[in-house]
């Protein structure tokens, strides 16, 4: 497995210090966040999962904690929208260039409006995926709504 994605070159790019952490992918994993929270040894509150969605039809990228799950209400509003429907997953791969399990809200094929829990924003370091399955980047959060144009929202119930 390559250390160098589309992620990690997007980050290396902006100038934003990370780490990459490879665990083993468990494709049957029920919760793949909370399985790459339990391989790495982590909190799953730091380990964040990167959805995709629909916002009033318009593709989003929501950055939740991999113990949470979005509320539609709440992502709907961080983009001042009405409505909000998860992406089908074929529809999310073609958009991200990523596969399902390893779509990293870094290096998109095409960058779309993105939101990030707001309490994520108190962890000193938290991880988000790398690009790949089973590779993992961990970064400090006050870097994805500085150098990324993210908005910080309550995105959980």
Do not use: W
């Not at 709907?76 to 909000?84: I, L, Q, T, V, Y």
């Amino acid at each position: 497995m390559s250390q160098a994605t589309p992620a990690t070159r997007a980050l290396t790019a902006a100038g934003i210090a990370f780490t990459v952490h490879r665990y083993e992918y468990d494709p049957g994993a029920e919760r793949v966040g909370l399985q790459a929270a339990e391989a790495l040894g982590e909190a799953p509150h730091r380990v964040l999962k990167t959805l995709m969605a629909l916002v009033d039809g318009k593709p989003v990228c929501a950055i939740v904690p991999s113990d949470h799950e979005v509320a539609m209400k709440k992502l709907a509003a961080a983009f001042r929208g009405k409505s909000a429907e998860m992406m089908k997953p074929a529809e999310a791969e073609r958009l991200t260039g990523y596969k399902v399990g390893g779509i990293s809200p870094f290096g998109q094929r095409r960058a779309v409006p993105t939101a990030i829990e707001q309490s994520a924003l108190q962890e000193d370091l938290v991880y988000v995926n790398g690009g790949q399955r089973g590779l993992q980047i961990r970064l400090d959060p006050g870097a994805i709504p500085a150098r990324f144009g993210a908005v910080a929202a309550p995105l959980v119930a």
